[in-house]
C-alpha cells in the first residue's frame, strides 16, 4: 500500500510539474528584437529636422495620429513607419526643388520617444497601457505592471502580437522559467502595441 501511494504521489508531482512547465515548439529566434536596427518612428514621437543655413526651414515636428509632420515649405510628409534615415532621405529629395543641391544638407534626430506603448493584461497587479522612453523585455513589462497577482498562471502568460496581414498572433511564454533562467529566449523584446496576457 506504501508503494502504490509513494508511486501515485510521484506521479501527481510529475504531472503538475508538466502542468506548470509547458512545454512550446514556438522559434523564439524568428521574433524582431528593434533595439538592432534603426529606431522606426510613430505617432506622438518628436523628431527635430535641421536644415543646414536655413533657421527657417528648421525646428521640431510632432507626428500627428494620421502618421504624418508639417514642415516649413514643404508641407506634410509622412513619418509613422519610417525610419530617421528614410525620413531624412525624403525631406531632402523634396528640398531639392527649392534649394541648391549643396544647401540641401539635412539632419533628422529624435527628440522625444512617445508612441512606444503596449498593454499588460489579465491577472497581474497593475493591469493597464504602459509606454517607455526605451524597448523593454516581458519580465521588465510584468514588473511595471506590478507582477503577477495571486490569481494568475504567469507559466501561462502570451504575447498577442499583430502579424500578416493585421492578424493577431499568440506567443507563449513560460513567466516563471524565464526568471529562474530555464527559458531565457523567451524574455522577448515587447513590440509597439503588444499585448502581455496572463491568465
Request: hydrophobic share 40%; glycine share 8%.
Amino acid at each position: 500500500m506504501g508503494v502504490t501511494y509513494h508511486g501515485a504521489l510521484v506521479l501527481l508531482v510529475v504531472l503538475a510539474s508538466a502542468c506548470a512547465t509547458p512545454q512550446s515548439n514556438f522559434d523564439y529566434s524568428t521574433e524582431p528584437d528593434p533595439r538592432q536596427q534603426e529606431y522606426v518612428l510613430g505617432p506622438s514621437d518628436v523628431v527635430h529636422v535641421s536644415v543646414w543655413r536655413n533657421t527657417e526651414l528648421s525646428g521640431d515636428a510632432t507626428v500627428r495620429p494620421d502618421g504624418t509632420i508639417s514642415l516649413p515649405l514643404l508641407g506634410d510628409l509622412r513619418a509613422a513607419g519610417q525610419t530617421p534615415s528614410k525620413l531624412r532621405a525624403d525631406i531632402t529629395k523634396r528640398l531639392a526643388t527649392f534649394l541648391k543641391e549643396e544647401a540641401a544638407i539635412v539632419t533628422v534626430s529624435v527628440s522625444a520617444i512617445n508612441s512606444y506603448r503596449f498593454v499588460v493584461n489579465g491577472n497581474v497587479e497593475h493591469p493597464g497601457v504602459f509606454s517607455s522612453s526605451h524597448y523593454v523585455t516581458v519580465v521588465e513589462a510584468i514588473a511595471m505592471a506590478g507582477g503577477p497577482n495571486r490569481f494568475g498562471s504567469p507559466e501561462l502568460a502570451v504575447i498577442i502580437r499583430s502579424g500578416a496581414g493585421g492578424k493577431a498572433r499568440r506567443i507563449p511564454i513560460n513567466y516563471p522559467a524565464i526568471l529562474t533562467g530555464v527559458h531565457p529566449e523567451q524574455d522577448l523584446t515587447v513590440l509597439p502595441a503588444d499585448t502581455i496576457y496572463i491568465p
